[in-house]
């Protein structure tokens, strides 16, 4: 499984962006999360959503703004950031899960076997 992400860049403070991560192989079996990874700090959770796309969890700091959804015709997953913040600035991972029930929803980076390269999100104030 490949994944590729899209649609990072710089943006203002209370600016808007939406990422993209296209799957090589069809997503409906797989969970698609998103991690972001700072300078200096370690990776951690965004937003998961399930396989079927019916179960979404969010980091507590993202929650009312940003929004993961998917599209499993055309293998993609979407995560529209509304309201940014400097502190929202970070390579931004999507990443796989092994196959697994409809409402399956990891938050472990362990739980993840494949991974895209990142896009990067910078958030100015």
């Known amino acids: 499984v490949q994944l590729a992400e899209s649609g990072g860049g710089l943006v203002q403070a209370g600016g808007s962006l939406r990422l993209s991560c296209v799957a090589s192989?069809?997503?409906?079996?797989?969970?698609i999360g998103w991690f972001r990874q700072a300078p200096g700090k370690e990776r951690e959770f965004v937003a998961v959503?399930?396989?079927?796309?019916?179960?979404?969890v969010y980091t507590d700091s993202v929650k009312g703004r940003f929004t993961i959804s998917r599209d499993n015709a055309e293998n993609t997953v979407y995560l529209q950031m509304n309201s940014l913040k400097p502190e929202d600035t970070a390579v931004y991972y999507c990443?796989?899960?092994?196959?697994?029930?409809?409402?399956?929803?990891?938050?472990?980076?362990?739980?993840?076997?494949?991974w895209g390269q990142g896009t990067q999100v910078t958030v100015s104030s």
């Open positions: 990443a796989g899960s092994a196959p697994g029930e409809s409402s399956y929803s990891p938050r472990l980076r362990e739980q993840y076997p494949y």
């Open positions: 192989v069809r997503t409906f079996r797989y969970a």
């Open positions: 959503i399930s396989p079927s796309g019916g179960n979404t």
